[in-house]
Structure formats: structure tokens, C-alpha cells
């Protein structure tokens, strides 16, 4: 499960955003070849972010398609699939960019009133984005 490599690294990306500061929610971008299985990345990022600043943070991933251009025909497109054929002429002869990016985009802090041992129950940062 090569999630769990991809969740560390966000982990990592999470904890420099954050600063110390509990965080609630991460949104990714995964591109389509690095053929990243949601529940997978779901399950990874729950277990690498136990005991650290994002314990319990929700992950939302957008899958990004890659670029598919058939050298038999020279039609483009668009595709999830990595393993895509020419959708105009059906050839096996096409050539893939992009789709292999990991991004984070942006992060949840969450408020100080929701932070376990806060009981001063005060707003903090309503919500923040990084």
C-alpha cells in the first residue's frame, strides 16, 4: 500500500502549515498515475497522523486527470485511466504527462474551543486556511 509513503509526506506538509496548531481538515490533489485509492489514503493518513497535530483530520482528495497524447493519430485528452487507449482511434500508442502531482492545498485548523483541555472555551481562530 504505497499510500502510506504518500500520507507521510503529507503529514509532513500538514505539520509545516499548521505550526503546532491542531488541525481538523487536509484537502490533497493526487494525480491520476499515481493511482491513489481514496479508503486506501483514508485509512493510511488516519494511521501515520496518530499522535501527532492531525490525529483524528478528516483528508479530502480531488483526483487531477493526466494529459494523454496519441502519437498515431495526434488526438488529445484527458484521462483518469493510466493505462488509457487513444478514445478516437483506439491505438496503445500514446504518451502520458502530468497526473503524477501530490499537492496539498490547504488545511483546517481547528478552534480553540474544539482542542481537548481548552477550558477556557474561547473562539481562537474560527477557521484558517493555509
Do not use: Y
Not at 3 to 24: D, S
Not at 26 to 48: H, N, T, W, Y
Not at 55 to 69: F, K, Y
Amino acid at each position: 500500500m504505497h499510500e502510506i509513503g504518500l500520507a507521510e509526506a503529507i503529514l509532513e506538509a500538514v505539520e509545516k502549515r499548521a505550526a503546532g496548531r491542531p488541525v481538523r481538515r487536509a484537502k490533497i490533489r493526487a494525480g491520476a498515475l499515481l493511482r491513489v485509492v481514496e479508503p486506501s489514503m483514508d485509512l493510511a493518513f488516519q494511521m501515520v497522523t496518530e499522535g501527532t497535530i492531525a490525529e483524528g483530520a478528516a483528508i479530502d482528495m480531488v483526483v487531477t486527470p493526466a494529459r494523454l497524447s496519441c502519437r498515431s493519430c495526434g488526438h488529445e485528452a484527458g484521462t483518469l485511466d493510466p493505462l488509457a487507449v487513444c478514445p478516437a482511434c483506439g491505438d496503445g500508442d500514446v504518451q502520458m504527462t502530468g497526473g503524477d502531482e501530490l499537492v496539498l492545498e490547504s488545511i483546517e485548523i481547528a478552534e480553540a474551543r474544539d482542542v481537548p483541555g481548552n477550558t477556557r472555551g474561547d473562539r481562537g481562530d474560527s477557521f484558517r486556511s493555509t
